[in-house]
């Protein structure tokens, strides 16, 4: 019973690279969301998918990208890597998008040099 | 939009009850969660609340709710060192987004 998958599960970029971060659910789940967690700052919200075919801005937006390539999968990308990305990225999904729970990816842990 | 808070930190010893606080500032939230992180994992949901409701019990976990003072609470009876984990509430805001707050980290010491 996967849930939501996340790859990879740890990266290592230097300043500028580019990279996707990976994000699959297998619960029919309608909306999708990728956030970020910092020490202390609980976590924020970059995009958002609420159903195929539409992506939204979150809180944190700038500096992501987002596709949401099918019902299953929605990436993030970052174009040109900063050391201010360096984060824990989740992705999670849920079957509405209004207010309904959550469900979490185990995360990935990127950290830029 | 939604604000969230919560203290950064409880420390109680296995078999005591704890309670975890959370304030938030939208009292149109219709859904209040509480969700669990466990050490290099994503969040777990927990339990939730309608906010028509001013209490929820699920086995060791009960969810007070006092939306005149907008105070959410989690208490979990009878702790075991297995619930040493950091706790998020989270309210909906406006837009229907999820707003988190810093998150609680809960110490059980044997």
């Known amino acids: 019973n996967a849930g939501v998958t996340q790859t990879p599960k740890f990266q290592v970029l230097k300043t500028g690279q580019s990279m996707t971060l990976q994000c699959a659910q297998d619960?029919?789940?309608?909306?999708m969301y990728w956030y970020r967690q910092d020490p202390g700052m609980g976590l924020r919200l970059i995009y958002y998918?609420?159903?195929?075919?539409?992506?939204d801005k979150g809180e944190v937006p700038n500096g992501y990208n987002v596709s949401r390539l099918n019902k299953r999968e929605f990436s993030l990308r970052l174009e040109s890597a900063a050391p201010s990305q360096t984060s824990v990225y989740f992705c999670?999904?849920?079957?509405?998008?209004?207010?309904?729970?959550?469900?979490f990816g185990d995360g990935t842990r990127l950290s830029i040099l | 939009g939604e604000d969230v808070e919560q203290s950064l930190f409880l420390s109680v010893r296995e078999g005591d009850s704890s309670v975890i606080n959370c304030t938030y500032t939208?009292?149109?939230?219709?859904?209040l969660y509480w969700y669990k992180q466990e050490p290099g994992a994503g969040l777990q949901l927990l339990t939730y609340?309608?906010?028509?409701?001013d209490m929820k019990q699920d086995q060791r976990l009960t969810v007070l709710l006092n939306k005149k003072d907008k105070h959410l609470s989690l208490r979990i009876a009878d702790t075991q060192t297995g619930d040493s984990a950091i706790y998020f509430c989270?309210?909906?805001?406006?837009?229907?987004?999820?707003?988190f707050g810093g998150g609680t980290r809960l110490m059980v010491k044997p």
């Open positions: 999670a999904s849920s079957d509405g998008f209004l207010g309904q729970p959550q469900h």
């Open positions: 619960m029919n789940h309608n909306s």
């Open positions: 998918s609420a159903s195929e075919g539409t992506t």
């Open positions: 939208d009292s149109s939230s219709t859904y």
């Open positions: 609340i309608f906010s028509n409701m």
């Open positions: 989270a309210g909906v805001a406006a837009g229907n987004m999820l707003t």
